[in-house]
Nanobody, 124 residues
Framework: QLQLVESGGGLVQPGGSLRVSCAASGFTLDYYSIGWFRQAPGKEREGVSC????????WYRDSVKGRFTISRDDAKNTVYLQMNSLKPEDTGVYSC?????????????????WGQGTQVTVSS
């Protein structure tokens, strides 16, 4: 069964850090570009970052540039999102998704596999 499982979410104070992970089972991530998306209460899901399968090129939404870093460890079949200098507006359910494409896509419709998500709450 093809599955993505996120972990590492939690409650953190503003300015703190978290690393969320996206582990794949049932398939190898080598040939998939991976995106991280988030959804805050009452808001639409938005793209946060993605990493390509071909050359590990990356994309970040403007509001997280310089604070978030996406990386992949194909040996562990896992993608990470390191989040530093967290702000209350980063709060949301963070989900990863896999697209069988060589390039990094921002379009949610390009992603065929989705995880259930992990809650990230930034609050004092």
């Amino acid at each position: 069964q093809l599955q993505l499982v996120e972990s590492g979410g939690g409650l953190v104070q503003p300015g703190g850090s978290l690393r969320v992970s996206c582990a794949a089972s049932g398939f190898t991530l080598d040939y998939y570009s991976i995106g991280w998306f988030r959804q805050a209460p009452g808001k639409e899901r938005e793209g946060v970052s993605c990493i390509s399968s071909s050359d590990d090129s990356t994309w970040y939404r403007d509001s997280v540039k310089g604070r978030f870093t996406i990386s992949r460890d194909d040996a562990k079949n896992t993608v990470y999102l390191q989040m530093n200098s967290l702000k209350p507006e980063d709060t949301g359910v963070y989900s990863c998704a896999a697209a069988r494409r060589s390039y990094c896509s921002r379009r949610q419709g390009d992603y065929g596999y989705w995880g259930q998500g992990t809650q990230v709450t930034v609050s004092s």
